[in-house]
């Protein structure tokens, strides 16, 4: 057995295992000449997600007519995508814009973590907010007495403390396998399921804890807000005048967006990683910046047309600042 330094990295004989220094971040696969120009749209893409939900958590914070319980939801799920945006943006713009592919292996654990982490606190946030509409259009006058800043400050902890404590076992479990020599990710990001892939020992203890986060974390946050809009429509429903099931129902719209928008290309992803052996590399690359762009850029840009509130005080800064 020869050892490769001090730590923990070691090579087998054959050199077939080892517990690898670095891995190696894949762009767009074919379009490698074209990485420099790729970048550009990419950092647009990092500017609106940054400054627009930084815009948002400014706006939000500075008028006091939206300190509401569902704003303060809103200022969480701003503050995380701005999260989720760090967290991906140094290994991106290196990929792309300076042709730099290499990641140490801890970097790439430690990030892995961010990213899954920050993604499970927005799961729990979008929960948040379902339960936030629930209580708004079923009991709207007792609205601010139920979701009290208090309330809200312990939930959005518990998303945080939910979201590191699934988290932590990920990065520790991978630490310890060993790697084949094909040190290669799909994405230019560091995601569990790709990194897992490459280990040459056993994982079954990764897919099993794996599975069980999803289900903890994702899977039932979706299942709950499901639950939430089947009794929204309830009580909507049992509402009698048709303006007024609209105006409920108007209520509600940015949030499902903002659903669809984080769940829909996740899914995907999860699903091309467990089951899209065979699929193109160009569809796991382009699921993958969906997932990581999409609901970062959009969520700002989808509250700021949708939410009358925070597209009003937008106008009013403009006009003050034309005038």
Request: glycine share 4%; aromatic share 12%.
């Amino acid at each position: 057995m020869t050892r490769v330094t001090k730590s923990h990295y070691v090579l087998n004989l054959n050199g077939s295992q080892f517990q690898p220094p670095f891995f190696l971040l894949t762009g767009i696969p074919g379009l490698e000449a074209a990485h420099i120009w790729i970048s550009i749209p990419l950092c647009v893409l990092y500017m609106i997600a940054l400054l627009g939900n930084s815009s948002i958590l400014f706006i939000i914070k500075t008028t006091p007519s939206l300190h509401e319980p569902q704003y303060i939801f809103l200022t969480m799920l701003a503050a995380t995508d701005i999260g989720l945006s760090i967290s991906t943006l140094p290994t991106v713009l290196k990929v792309f814009l300076l042709n730099h592919r290499e990641i140490e292996f801890h970097c790439c654990l430690t990030q892995m973590f961010f990213i899954h982490t920050f993604s499970s606190i927005d799961s729990a946030i979008l929960l948040a907010m379902a339960f936030d509409r629930f209580v708004a259009i079923r009991n709207p006058l007792h609205y601010t007495m139920i979701l009290t800043h208090a309330k809200i400050i312990r939930m959005g902890l518990a998303a945080v403390v939910r979201g590191v404590a699934l988290m932590t076992a990920w990065p520790i479990l991978l630490k310890w396998l060993p790697f084949c020599k094909n040190i290669i990710l799909s994405h230019c990001y560091c995601y569990h399921p790709d990194v897992m892939k490459l280990a040459c020992g056993p994982v079954r203890v990764n897919i099993i804890y794996g599975l069980a986060v999803v289900l903890c974390s994702f899977g039932l946050d979706s299942l709950f807000i499901i639950i939430s809009y089947a009794l929204i429509l309830k009580t909507v429903m049992s509402i009698a005048s048709n303006e007024g099931r609209l105006k409920a129902l108007n209520t509600c719209i940015s949030h499902i967006v903002t659903v669809f928008i984080f769940y829909v290309p996740l899914i995907i992803l999860a699903l091309i990683h467990r089951f899209g052996t065979f699929t193109s590399p160009l569809i796991h690359v382009t699921m993958a910046n969906l997932f990581l762009f999409l609901t970062p850029v959009m969520n700002p840009l989808v509250y700021s047309f949708k939410t009358k509130q925070i597209r009003s005080v937008i106008q009013k800064a403009f006009v003050t600042r034309g005038s």
